[in-house]
């Protein structure tokens, strides 16, 4: 087997086929059923791309994306913890995970999962009224958002605007259904990145089909 790096702690693994993984800051244990390497004494964890748009965006050619050990993180849309378990091993045991997870039933697997991983901080709030949570999260390295509701691009600037620090990264999965099912996804998606504009640099979009579809990751930089 054979490891590349894609950036801080993340890597292709190649054997019979070429697989996403990332460098476990904790433990051994499988967090979503994914599979489990152990090389060199180091464990990886497979980062599959159906259960996770962050790691379907490699698959299609993302890389060089700012994220890094030691980063604060604010995740919007954090559902149980499947990708912000990997997240939680990128940013590795010096680094902080804010996630935000609407659903309480949901919250309860990602509320088990800090109780494993000391660097992630659930927070079981509306990702809109982020005043709420606006003294228990810091400025912030990268605003990660994975929110299905219409009005999600309103969403992710107003985090923006409070937490994410000038110059820094903002990753936004675009659910184009859930802002409108009657018009082509690929305008959906231009009509929001006009929005966007004004306050941030569009770096990439990303086409997420065949591993999700309907979506889209915008990666972006605050201005």
Known sequence: MELKKVMDRVYWLSDKRRTLVT????????????KIFNLGGKIYREWVPYRSKFSAAFYKGLNGVDIK?????????????????H???????????FAVEIAEEMAVNLILLAE???NIFPIVDDA??????VNNVPKCDLLYQDV???????????NSDLFLKTGKIGMFAIKTRSIDVSTDPREVVRNEVRKLRAKFDVLREINLYPYQKDHSLLILRKK
């Open 23 to 34: 460098l476990s800051a904790y433990s051994e244990k499988s967090v979503y059923g994914e």
């Open 69 to 85: 050990d030691a980063y604060k993180v604010l995740y919007l849309g954090a559902s149980s913890g499947t990708t912000v378990s």
């Open 87 to 97: 997240v939680s091993d990128i940013v590795g045991t010096n680094g902080q995970v």
């Open 116 to 118: 494993e991983r000391n």
């Open 128 to 133: 809109r009224k982020a005043e709420n949570y």
């Open 148 to 158: 299905a509701q219409r009005d999600q691009t309103d969403i992710f600037i107003k």
